[in-house]
């Protein structure tokens, strides 16, 4: 793991498999997931099924994390919190304005622009290569116990100890100059 990687301080845990009809593992986000101010950029959630996920799961959580954004904290795009442990997908889109995809009980926090939705890629021009980790996250808990107003690093720091499994598809952008 490398010093840019957002896991390798965390403790390793079991992988379980995430997939998507929208977006690949390690290939550029597709036109419609780029932010709004981006050609073609139409913010939509990327559709995200999982499965495998380590016996005693009873939740799940889904974050969308660009550790190359220029901060010194990376850049969180989406966080989703109290997915149900029988709910192993999300459609494309679920992350609107109104988490309408979303299953009941499960919400959106705020994005690292403040918005409590699914928020598309944007690296600045020229900045170079961008990678995106969508994350799906088995917990042990029913509920993580976090506001719906927090950050999803406050949710990174809650779930530290909750984490039974990760589930990851690391996607791409970058803008020319």
């Keep these: 793991m490398s010093i ?15 997939s998507s ?3 690949t593992d390690r290939a550029p986000w597709p036109a419609e997931q780029m932010n709004d101010s981006i050609p073609g950029g139409k913010d939509i959630s990327p559709q995200l099924s999982w499965n ?20 010194s ?16 997908d999300l459609p494309e889109g679920a992350g609107d ?15 690292d622009t403040r918005a409590a939705r699914y928020m598309g890629a ?9 990678r995106y980790f969508i994350v799906v996250h088995a917990l042990d808990v ?6 719906a107003d927090a950050t999803p690093a406050y949710l990174g720091f809650i779930m ?10 690391t996607v791409t952008a970058e803008i020319p100059a």
Excluded: C, M
């Design 4 to 18: 840019n990687d957002p896991f390798a301080r965390l403790p390793e845990v079991p992988s379980f498999t995430v």
């Design 21 to 23: 009809t929208t977006v």
């Design 52 to 71: 495998g996920a380590p016996e005693g799961t009873k939740s799940y959580a889904v974050t969308v994390f660009d550790p190359d954004a220029p901060t």
């Design 73 to 88: 904290s990376g850049f969180w795009h989406w966080a989703v919190a109290d997915i149900p442990a029988t709910i192993t």
């Design 97 to 111: 304005d109104t988490g309408s995809g979303l299953p009941e009980g499960a919400y959106q926090l705020p994005n």
């Design 122 to 130: 944007a690296p600045p021009a020229g900045h170079g290569l961008h």
């Design 142 to 147: 029913e509920t993580i116990g976090v506001p």
């Design 160 to 169: 530290f100890g909750h984490v039974l499994g990760r589930a990851v598809l």
